[in-house]
């Protein structure tokens, strides 16, 4: 890999962790709420974006669906490491990211809009109603995400155990998915949790797009490379 190529990929995957960072602090402004959601009340488990003033949520919802694009440029850069792995596996790793992604960034989009009608409906039971509703037709993303995720990891760990591709061998270790792990151990950590697991996604990807960034590029003879 050039010099020139290797700087170019390592300002990239550096500007995708801080998109993803500005992503996690909106997500953050639209969730956190020092504490876990209650959900014994009308609303359900939405119930906790009744406190989230309009003022937050609109701040969390722009810097959030804003930068979302920084994951797609994120995961391009590690389709690029993934060099010199073959081109239909590193072309259909990048295209179940941008899909499963995708998903997530149409999730995020709705929180503060779902929020709002929420905190403008005086009625138990169409809220009720409402949530019902959001759960159907937008949480069931989120398990397209989860599994997603799932796929993405495994995928990545995969090839790069492999050592076919620039990245050391260690590095299938450290895939979103342990990753996110890491960061929902962290409940385990008091105070702590409650600031990191309501944008864990983006919490766990900081770290893996500036691992990306930044760890030398490995030869397939496992020599390294200038950084």
């Known amino acids: 890999m050039s010099q020139l190529k290797t700087s170019s990929l390592r300002a990239i995957g550096l500007i995708a962790a801080l998109g993803v960072a500005v992503i996690g602090a909106g997500e953050l402004l639209m969730h ?37 694009p920084a994951y797609f440029l994120g995961y391009w850069q590690v389709c690029e490491r993934l060099r010199p792995m073959g081109a239909w596996a590193r072309r259909a790793f990048l295209g179940g990211s941008v899909y499963v992604l995708t998903m997530a960034a149409v999730w995020i989009g709705s929180r503060a809009y779902l929020a709002r009608s929420l905190q403008l409906t005086g009625s138990d039971g169409v809220r009720q109603a409402l949530s019902d509703e959001y759960a159907l037709l ?43 792990m890491l960061v929902f151990s962290t409940l385990f950590v008091p105070g702590l949790g409650p600031h990191l697991v309501p944008a864990a996604l983006n919490v766990a990807h900081v770290p893996f797009f500036l691992l990306s960034a930044l760890t030398p590029s490995v030869s397939r003879s496992g020599s390294k490379s200038i950084a």
């Open 138 to 180: 937008l949480e069931t993303l989120i398990w397209i995400l989860r599994f997603g995720m799932i796929g993405i990891s495994l995928a990545f760990a995969f090839m790069v155990a492999r050592r076919k591709t620039s990245y050391p061998a260690w590095m299938a270790l450290l895939n979103p998915f342990t990753l996110l």
């Open 32 to 68: 956190w709420t020092g504490h876990f959601e209650d959900t014994s009340d009308a609303g359900g488990p939405f119930n906790f974006l009744l406190g989230i003033s309009r003022e937050r949520l609109a701040a969390g919802h722009f810097m959030s669906v804003l930068l979302a």
